[in-house]
């Protein structure tokens, strides 16, 4: 599919033995050598083909952690961490074997800050675990990627999701990190300052490394307070080209809302029999708003005026709490959705961002690109950034359908570069893009590369992953 | 004072010579020696020492830095990137001579992209500039120091000030850059996505790296639309603490305060006397609110209330456009009022972030502390994110006083770290800081400076700034 063949490196296999045979004395049972369990932690959502770990040590705190890392740097062993494995472009694939970290157990927020509203966590704490554990203090941590992945996980993917386009990504969020670096070192990134002009931003550096440079095993994170009030609706619109023209009106004029989601004809066909729902089959958008009951009735309001203008339809609010779950949990199970369209299809989710001004232009381009190429692919969007996602439907046994499904994620990618876009907006670089990465940012891939070999010169990071090339090619 | 002398390098005569000539012949009039030019490049606002450049050259395009730079890193001579100079600790001197790359001419808006609400300037253009230019298209650009300086310079030392609170500082409004690297490579770090998860942040790692890794010489920046309303106002305290829990309330509430800037006692009286204004001198904050004429109107009223619980006096309002313009130019006047208050005296302008739930506690022992130890420095800050600022007035040929004052800053920054905070929340490292980088973040400097040293392995590009024992110590 889209990833290239996976040239295999040399297997460092004395050293890759040494190193399980120490774990698994040291560790006992918390470092695991059965097929399956290596197999799950090599691949679980991603469609990247699935290259297992040597074994998987479940580690508990971050001590356990750096004595992993200085074990698999004493034998040039890679190390990937793993959180739970719900990265999509193969992050947490062993390409080259190596030792897999499980920090799933290390799920403690350690501390609460209210006052300052920000928290400290584990990695493997979930973001809906977090939030569940917030709610009593009436405060909330807004990045939701959909899935209910770890919040290490996240910070590694630079994730986002639905409520990005008001609160940010995790870039946005993370105030700072405490990671083990690949000698085994332990560093802390940050404080809790609000803010801080202290030299180089190690913490935007690690955010979005996917593990290549380090593994968190401590955030700081930002949180809001819960709003007064929330409201929400479904609006369908004539044309896809009008809702893309309604976010952009809604951006342009300020209103600060919370979710705007794109969910086209497709999608819509998919959610109404997955989650039972009876939605006009039309391109339609998801709305959230977040302020005091005043504020998130004007916010309302103004855009209706702009739906109006747009070709929308009749905005059918959702005021309960109930009604809004039930919408959000079938825009969450839009994946699920898909899948379910297509009984033994593969779902391959895809992502890009453009300017929200070729955001139009690029959907439908794509519609035409996926319609020419016979393909079923809905088409769901975090309108408000610009990004939205393809899931593609496909028959893994059929090459002539495969082959068309990874010519037009190609074409998706180029379409997206060509209008001053990225690659990935949230999904990350993984294995599955890393082809793309010197179309979109040049020479820069060298800077990362220089960075990556100083940080890392045994390239026993995660390797493989977002370098194109790998690191000493 | 607060820096430790300069252990001076050897310097590069001969490369510097060599440098010096080969850029004179090629930039003629565009490239200056005189002494008054180079000591004016070498330090403007900052109390630091001043070390002026071997000669500056005025930049015209990208592709000039870069020959430069080149030029440069053939005979291993320092480079110091100048925008308008107003950096305060240190950042832009020659500690070992070299060549100053003065941007200043670098001052085109290269295009507005209204619907994307962003703009791609050079870095040479200032945010007042940037500013007049997008009024009429309903933009505006958020972050404002104060001081009229560069974008540029502001995205070196990751700059914010008044609006950051709301707005965020200028990690978060810069979406991508172009910059010349060591080695005079040219490259583009991100797209005009509004998010991307491609590869390393090498966006946020140039951003507060004070020229250290490579020369700004593009910025795409986020724009805002001018909100539809703005109002503001001031509002006296009993106590320094009520007015700080005021501020927590605000933020906790999540009421979306545009400004939140406080003015101790002494930084009233001086804004009275320098901007004629009649105040009165107690410990106050000011205020600005941006949104909906609703919106606005609601912000206030939950301030008020929130005022009245922790001891504010009478809410004065600014509506009309000029009388908030007349507040907020006294507070942005600050400096310049502390410095007619004691004529003669060298106003030494430091500050710290800390959590804002510290925040009352460090200023109170920052005050106790001047006055015990005979200083005069009033205390302004931007309180909505735990950052104030000390403006120590001195006499810079009384021992004793210069000798108390650099007590009380290295005692200031230990009480921020003390309390989780950061030794700088805008002003940056340069050469000023540099002493106190381990201190905060400990092992984190040696990874700085695997990257520093992987990226510019000869030293050139700003040498002995942000770490703290220089490259190769």
Known sequence: MGAEPVRMMERNEAGIARVVARLGERFADRCQVGASIREQHGNTTT???????????????????????????????????????????????????????????????????????????QPGVTRKKLNEYLRDQGLFFPIDPGADASLGGMASTRASGTNAVRYGTMKDVVLSLEAVMPDG???????????????????????????TLGIITELTLRLNGIPEAI????????????????????????????????????QVKASNAYSNLSLEERPTLLLEFHGSESGVREQAEMFGEIAAEFGGGDFQWAREQEERTRLWQARHDAYWA?????????????????????????????????????????????????????????????????????????????????????????????????????AELGDAVDVMRTIKRAIDPQDIMNPGKILPEGLSR
């Open 47 to 121: 469609w990247v083909a699935n290259f297992p770990p040597d074994a998987v040590v479940f580690a508990e705190s971050t001590e356990e952690v750096s004595e992993i890392v200085k074990a698999c740097a004493e034998e040039a062993v890679p190390v990937i961490p793993f959180g739970t494995g719900t990265s999509l472009e193969g992050q947490v694939n062993a390409l080259h074997g190596g030792i897999c970290i499980d920090v799933s157990r290390m799920d403690q927020v350690l501390a609460v800050h209210a006052e300052d509203l920000d928290c400290v966590v």
């Open 231 to 266: 409201s929400g609706g479904i609006c369908p619109f004539e044309t896809l080209e009008g809702a893309c023209n309604a976010v952009i009106a809604t951006i342009q004029c300020g209103i600060p809302v919370a979710r705007i989601e794109l969910l086209d004809t497709l």
């Open 338 to 438: 898909c899948v379910a369209m297509r009984p033994g299809a593969k779902a391959v989710a895809t992502d890009v961002c453009v300017p929200i001004s070729r955001l139009a232009e690029c959907i439908t381009e794509s519609r035409r690109d996926l319609d020419a190429s016979g393909l079923t692919a809905p088409i769901v969007g975090h309108v408000g950034d610009g990004n939205f996602h393809v899931s593609l439907l496909i028959d893994m046994n059929d090459g002539a359908e495969v082959e068309a499904a990874s010519g037009f994620m190609a074409r998706l990618v180029e379409r997206a570069i060509a209008m001053d876009g990225t690659c990935t907006g949230e999904h990350g670089v993984g294995h599955g893009k890393a082809k793309y990465l010197r």
């Open 185 to 211: 070192r332990i560093v802390r990134t940050g404080t809790r300052a609000k803010k801080s002009s202290a030299g180089y931003d190690l913490t935007r550096l690690l955010i979005g490394a996917e593990g």
